[in-house]
């Protein structure tokens, strides 16, 4: 059983950074491919960032890209997000979740966190 744990979000102003992690108990962490979804009032739950389980092939939503980083280390069972350049757009509850199928894990991963929320001010 995997269990995800977010943390890093906060209020911070447009422009600035945060860097999110997505901790997992149990030692099979390294079995799944990892995602970030946020959510917003008005706009649902959409995918932000996805990675495979050994790191190397990451998939970005397109508001994203250039901007928000995905990585992952195994050894340590956490996932993170970097986003620079926040916008106020960007204000959302963001979660990880995780799937055994790096492609299911974009549309409907097995098992999600509870969220951090991240609120960019302008």
């Known amino acids: 059983q995997v269990t995800l744990v977010e943390s890093g979000g906060g209020l911070v102003q447009a422009g600035g950074n945060l860097r999110l992690a997505c901790k997992s108990s149990g030692n099979i962490f390294s079995a799944y491919a990892v995602a970030w979804f946020r959510e917003s009032p008005g706009k649902g739950r959409e995918f932000v960032a996805s990675?495979?389980?050994?790191?190397?092939?990451?998939r970005y939503d397109d508001s994203v890209k250039g901007r928000f980083t995905i990585s992952r280390d195994n050894a340590a069972n956490s996932a993170y997000l970097q986003m620079n350049k926040l916008e106020p757009q960007d204000t959302a509850l963001y979660y990880c979740a995780v799937d055994i199928d790096p492609i299911l894990v974009r549309t409907k991963p097995e098992r999600w966190g509870q969220g951090t929320l991240v609120t960019v001010s302008s």
């Open positions: 990675i495979n389980k050994s790191g190397g092939i990451t």
